[in-house]
């Protein structure tokens, strides 16, 4: 099995409570798909058969994760842009059967196919700033088939891509038109028919839900989400993003694995959220396109010890964003989090926010090896710089993507 040892490193380990985890003049060395070993310059191991990689102090990050995002889609919605900026709000434009039934009816016109080739350059651009890990949810579909041809489409571009997807069953994202005025009607669909369908294709991770005024009741949302765990599966929602409502506090009873957005979550329902080990994901690309003003509740998240992620939620509507190095950025400066708690947002607790954490978001023996090599000396300037991707080489499961070796010489 091939070997890797880096030398010469400076590691953002996040693998601490706080803080980056950093370690300067370090090794660490990689066996086949995980992380064997990681420590001082001055105790690492002979390279014996290894690959050497000599960082020249460059940072080493665990892979970015970005746990939330809608990037299987048809079409654009640069028109509903255009009616924003002169005063039009997202929820009217909803209302007005436009939003995410526009994105709808554009991805049900699409082939598997078409939504492969619009998908592919959004996934590249994430991964060429060391995104290893993508959640994709479903949600644009809204009836059986177009929603099994989206997760379809998200299971072959982890195939073709070679990155980890995990794939989110979102089908009560909105009411489709054909059952306007029968929310409870699509939602019996979604339990009956729609979600065991994807299911027993083996294409569904876990299941979401969008609970708002534009989308669905705590009551319809939580239908949906036992169905999921009657099916064994784990389940996330998408509450309090424009109002609260109380999706967050009844998702994070159930065992959630995170919930999402969250500006209007009332401070005094977070303790709950980390009695339950719920974390929660934070959208920054969607608070700044929407121009919010509602602050997510962090102060509260961070003294209940809440984990915290962060994500693009990259969709055609909210979020057309396709930079998780944007998404640090924004995080730092509308929200105030710290450079390292938005490092830590889009690796650990973002791996946390997908069950994945035992596996991958730090580096640490024993994980897998997915780790980005960053010509930065300090981990802090991810975080500050705004349009410089510094990513030089990434690896994943232990494999090389990119030529690493000439970029190191
Ligand atoms: N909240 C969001 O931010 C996305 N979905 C959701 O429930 C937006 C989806 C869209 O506008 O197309
Ligand atoms: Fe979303």
């Given at each position: ?49 290894a690959e050497v990689y ?239 003003q509602q602050l997510p ?113």
């Amino acid at each position: 099995m091939s070997q890797t040892l880096f030398i010469n490193a400076t590691l953002a380990c996040v693998d601490t409570d706080s803080g980056y985890g950093l370690r300067e003049d370090a090794a660490l060395l990689v066996d086949g798909d995980r992380i064997a070993w990681r420590g001082p310059m001055s105790e690492c191991p002979s390279a014996g058969g290894a690959e050497v990689y000599d960082c020249k102090q460059r940072l080493l990050t665990p892979g970015l994760i970005d746990c939330h995002t809608h990037l299987v889609y048809g079409g654009d919605r640069a028109d509903e842009f255009e009616q924003r900026l002169e005063g039009v709000s997202y929820a009217d434009i909803a209302a007005g059967g436009g939003g995410i039934v526009s994105t709808v009816n554009a991805t049900r016109a699409a082939s598997a196919d078409a939504l492969f080739d619009q998908a592919l350059p959004r996934v590249q651009q994430l991964m060429s700033e060391g995104v290893t890990t993508l959640e994709i949810k479903s949600g644009y579909g809204l009836d059986c088939a177009n929603e099994i041809k989206m997760l379809r489409v998200a299971a072959l571009l982890e195939k073709e891509l070679g990155l980890r997807v995990q794939k989110t069953f979102l089908g009560a994202h909105a009411l489709p038109p054909e059952y306007s005025g029968r929310g409870d009607d699509y939602i019996s669909l979604v339990c009956d028919e729609m979600l065991p369908q994807a299911h027993a294709e083996g294409l569904v991770d876990a299941v979401d839900v969008f609970i708002e005024s534009i989308a669905f009741s705590v009551e319809q949302g939580e239908r949906v989400l036992a169905r999921a765990q009657q099916l064994g599966l784990p389940i996330k929602a998408h509450v309090e993003q424009l109002s609260d409502l109380g999706g967050a506090v009844m998702a994070a009873r159930r065992g959630a694995l995170s919930v999402d957005h969250i500006e209007y979550l009332n401070s005094d329902d977070v303790a709950l959220l980390a009695r339950n080990r719920c974390a929660a994901v934070l959208l920054p690309g969607a608070f700044y396109v929407l121009r919010e003003q509602q602050l997510p509740p962090l102060q509260a998240l961070r003294e209940q010890g809440v984990a915290i992620a962060l994500a693009s939620d990259a969709n055609p509507g909210s979020s057309p964003l396709y930079s998780l190095l944007l998404v640090m950025n924004l995080a730092c400066t509308l929200f105030r989090m710290t450079p390292a708690e938005a490092l830590r947002g889009v690796t650990l607790n973002a791996a946390s926010a997908l069950g994945l954490a035992r596996e991958i978001g730090s580096l640490e023996a024993g994980k897998q090896a997915d780790i980005v090599v960053w010509d930065v000396e300090r981990p802090a300037l991810l975080s500050y710089r705004i349009g410089i991707n510094p990513c030089v080489a990434v690896m994943q499961a232990g494999k090389w993507r990119t030529s690493a070796r000439q970029v190191a010489a």
